[in-house]
């Protein structure tokens, strides 16, 4: 819920920058920066319920010819990949929140620390990781009915 409402403050803020750029000669100026902030926020707060709802855009072409069997196995295989590659982000951005805190990293003109966004993305993929083990164990309780 709060990453959904990121995406109408990102879009009101860029409308009164535009607005007030060319109508009263007065932009917003932090907005490149507020912009990339709740982008973020959209992103890592959007990972895990979308992959919950199963949300994420596929193509099945090959796979929906397939006999059921192999579908879930191929399934079981991308579950794992995923959460390999989400485990590897989590971890990737754990270690980018310890730099910016050593080195103080903060935006220029708000002087945000970078320290909370690299968190947001590291609890954002943790969560993508647990919504992905529990997928799983759905699959391998499916594969073993069938």
Not at 9 to 30: D, E, T, W
Not at 53 to 76: A, C, N, W, Y
Not at 79 to 93: P, Y
Not at 123 to 146: E, M, S
């Amino acid at each position: 819920m709060v990453g959904s409402w990121s995406l109408p403050i990102v879009m009101f803020i860029n409308i009164l920058n535009i607005a007030g750029r060319y109508f009263i000669k007065v932009p917003v100026k932090p907005t490149y920066e507020l912009t990339g902030l709740f982008m973020v926020m959209l992103l890592a707060l959007g990972w895990p319920y979308t992959s919950a709802i199963r949300g994420h855009v596929f193509v099945d072409v090959l796979t929906m010819r397939l006999p059921k069997s192999i579908q879930i196995g191929l399934e079981i295989l991308n579950s794992w990949i995923a959460f390999i590659f989400f485990m590897a982000m989590a971890w990737s951005s754990v270690e980018t929140a310890k730099q910016f805190y050593k080195l103080g990293s903060h935006s220029d003109l708000l002087e945000i620390p970078y320290l909370y966004l690299a968190v947001l993305m590291a609890f954002g993929a943790f969560l993508v990781c647990i919504v992905i083990l529990l997928q799983f164990f759905q699959l391998l309780k499916i594969k073993n009915k069938g």
